[in-house]
């Protein structure tokens, strides 16, 4: 095969990493604990881990071999491979997605800084409601949050400009293996804390009868969010890989990490939330609102300890947050330096600037400025609904089919065996599963989503 001059990563370690820190976010710590609170703890992570398998994994394999082959943008990726027809525009779509998400996921980024900060300063001590109030007025804030999220789409603006080797991947190197490091800390000081056994058992020992057709499609849904599919971020990544890498172990390595993260976040999460008598279905204000009080009441006896836990938790957040900003940013860097022949500085100024307004009417949307809401939607709800709820599955979907009914079978199979020098012992499996199983499994979720099923 013809290597095309194209950026690439420089060690397999780096774009593991790399391509993991892009899945593991906020959706791993924030998204994946509140949704396993709702839904009965273990019996919902025993459906995710199947739902993984069935669907995360194939949809990422997908998306691998897309961007490998075509080594461009996601959007020029699938013209590439679709010969110019109308297939091409799944590839747009999932640009527009990444684009859009870089937009209003850069302000909740923006929040994990702000309370970073107030931990760090000392702010944040008081009861549940001081706690609901501060959450309350600061998003409402019309500047405090456009300024952190100018922050932090500064320091991803910093790292893409690096390019790929010099920076995603530096930074990945880095921020990583730090990640780790603040989540096993948290988790140790939290399993220490009195009546953290209930908290692990939630986690850890299932209750089967909590099981219901709602759980099986949340668990679904979530396999697909937490590993970033249909957002373009995998294959603009894929596009970097060397004609070397064997895509399937990489996704399952990539999806262990992905998954590891989660469950650590459960152990740091449930076990401090047990301690106090906080239930563990708290919903989508786990924690921004809930985690605060739980820490200050946990670590009460040893003020110090409960500072440095709150502190290095909004750290870990915050690093969550920006590996995964970092590769949406780079979806839209990609396109608009590759389709506007432009260098990569000035398209990641293009896509920092952009996603900056973007963000900021999202957030301003939260507060008093009624004009920027739909509805009954502010405008960040609405962002949040379209590319979550709509793009992401259809994107998800189409992909399915694309590479499972259009792209030729043999150019699948070269490239998930690379071409014949790997053990393509389950490709028939995997196969089978992105042309009939999930399909099948993301339009269940889809219309689960939208109230049909």
């Known amino acids: 095969m013809p290597q095309t001059e194209r950026a690439s990563f420089g060690s397999k370690l780096g774009m593991i990493l790399a391509t993991a820190g892009g899945a593991v976010g906020l959706g791993n710590v924030w998204r994946f604990s509140y949704m396993t609170g709702d839904n009965g703890g273990a019996a919902f992570i025993c459906i995710y881990i199947v739902s993984v398998l069935l669907l995360g994994l194939p949809c990422m394999i997908c998306e691998f071999i897309i961007g490998r082959h075509a080594a461009s943008n996601t959007a020029r990726a699938y013209t590439k491979l679709s010969n110019g027809t109308a297939w091409k525009w799944v590839g747009y779509l999932g640009v527009l997605t990444g684009f859009l998400i870089t937009g209003y996921y850069g ?75 603040l989540l096993l800390i948290i988790v140790v000081a939290a399993c220490m804390l009195p009546g953290a056994t209930d908290g692990l058992l939630f986690l850890f020992r299932p209750d089967f009868s909590k099981l219901t057709g709602d759980v099986f499609l949340a668990a679904l849904g979530q396999s697909f969010y937490s590993l970033s599919i249909a957002m373009g971020c995998i294959c603009t990544y894929a596009s970097y890989f060397s004609r070397q890498t064997n895509l399937a172990s990489s996704a399952i390595q990539i999806s262990v990490i992905d998954f590891l993260v989660a469950i650590l976040a459960g152990m740091m999460i449930f076990p401090a939330a047990a301690s106090v008598g906080v239930r563990p279905d708290s919903g989508p204000s786990l924690i921004f609102i809930t985690l605060p009080n739980v820490f200050e009441q946990a670590f009460s006896s040893v003020p110090v300890v409960g500072y440095m836990v709150a502190v290095m938790f909004f750290m870990l957040l915050g690093l969550a947050a920006l590996t995964s900003l970092i590769s949406l940013h780079e979806v839209s860097t990609a396109f608009f330096q590759e389709e506007m022949h432009i260098t990569r500085n000035r398209a990641a100024w293009i896509v920092t600037l952009s996603c900056g307004v973007i963000g900021a009417f999202c957030s301003l949307s939260l507060g008093k400025l009624d004009v920027l809401s739909i509805g009954d939607k502010s405008l960040f709800d609405l962002f949040d609904f379209v590319t979550g709820q709509i793009f992401l599955p259809i994107g998800g979907f189409l992909t399915c089919l694309f590479l499972g009914w259009y792209v030729p079978k043999k150019l699948v199979k070269d490239e998930y065996t690379n071409w014949g020098t790997q053990r393509g012992s389950l490709f028939g499996v995997f196969y089978f ?15 689960h989503q939208l109230g049909v099923i």
């Open 433 to 447: 599963l992105i042309r009939f199983v999930c399909p099948t499994a993301i339009l269940a979720v889809f219309l």
């Open 107 to 181: 302000v909740v980024s923006g929040w994990c800084l702000e309370y970073l900060y107030a931990s760090a300063t000392g702010a944040m001590k008081g009861g549940p409601e001081y706690f609901a109030d501060y959450f309350k007025e600061f998003s409402a804030n019309p500047w405090r949050p456009v300024l952190w999220l100018a922050v932090i789409l500064g320091v991803a603006h910093y790292v893409i400009i690096h390019g790929v080797r010099n920076g995603i991947e530096r930074a990945s190197k880095i921020l990583m293996p730090l990640l780790f490091v």
